[in-house]
């Protein structure tokens, strides 16, 4: 059964950073694009950040761009998502998933708090 882990949430102040990691069980990073979605409080799940590690191809979400980066390590069978100069929009429950867009058959992780204060 395919599995995802997502962890490295927590509190952060705004400029600060932090590191998420999804680690994946039962399944080679090369045959999936994993990505990373957010939901805060009243609002709908959106994309933040995909990668396909068989092609190198990266994805951002225009609010993310340029501070977000996301990258794989394929012998950890880890996606990371490093989150630098944080917004207090930033905040929300960050999971990650088997695919860059949702849909029937996508494993998700269960979810890793991010809160930012100003």
């Known amino acids: 059964e395919v599995q995802l882990q997502a962890s490295g949430g927590g509190l952060a102040q705004a400029g600060g950073f932090l590191r998420l990691s999804c680690a994946a069980s039962?399944?080679?990073?090369?045959?999936?694009?994993i990505g990373w979605f957010r939901q805060a409080p009243g609002k709908e799940r959106e994309g933040v950040s995909c990668?396909?590690?068989?092609?190198?191809?990266?994805y951002y979400a225009d609010s993310v761009k340029g501070r977000f980066t996301i990258s794989s390590d394929n012998a950890k069978n880890t996606v990371y998502l490093q989150m630098n100069s944080l917004k207090p929009e930033d905040t929300a429950v960050y999971y990650c998933?088997?695919?860059?867009?949702?849909?029937?058959?996508?494993?998700w992780g269960q979810g890793t708090q991010v809160t930012v204060s100003s």
């Open positions: 998933a088997t695919d860059c867009n949702t849909g029937p058959g996508v494993t």
């Open positions: 039962q399944l080679h990073l090369d045959d999936y694009a």
């Open positions: 990668i396909d590690s068989s092609s190198g191809s990266k």
